[in-house]
């Protein structure tokens, strides 16, 4: 069983910083990439960052020069730590990690459950 916890949603004001970690645990083989989604009401979940297990990132051109995607690959964790935060941002985050479960197995898709992002003064 593997799960994704996420951490570090809240509310933060204009201007403001917040910092989201998500931990993979239980049993799997590698991770081959994490990233952040978000969904913010009324819209589609939409891209925010990746990174693979190379360290190859990817940003949507909204949060370019604003957000970072971190990884720790010995915990399993990736962070985002996003600065400059707009109203635009408030949306529910979403970890992703694609996981090989076992040698030799096909990616699996996992998602965490979520954590609230709200900016507003």
């Known amino acids: 069983q593997v799960q994704l916890v996420e951490s570090g949603g809240g509310l933060v004001q204009p201007g403001g910083s917040l910092r989201l970690s998500c931990a993979a645990s239980?049993?799997?083989?590698?991770?081959?990439?994490m990233g952040w989604y978000r969904q913010a009401p009324g819209k589609q979940r939409e891209l925010v960052a990746t990174?693979?297990?190379?360290?190859?990132?990817n940003y949507a051109d909204s949060v370019k020069g604003r957000f970072t995607i971190p990884r720790d690959n010995a915990k399993n964790t990736v962070y985002l730590q996003m600065n400059s935060l707009k109203p635009e941002d408030t949306a529910v985050y979403y970890c992703?990690?694609?996981?090989?479960?076992?040698?030799?197995?096909?990616?699996?898709?996992?998602w965490g459950p979520g954590t609230q992002v709200t900016v507003s003064s």
């Open positions: 990174i693979t297990n190379g360290g190859s990132t």
């Open positions: 239980g049993s799997f083989f590698s991770i081959n990439a």
């Open positions: 992703n990690a694609i996981l090989r479960l076992k040698p030799g197995s096909g990616y699996t898709v996992y």
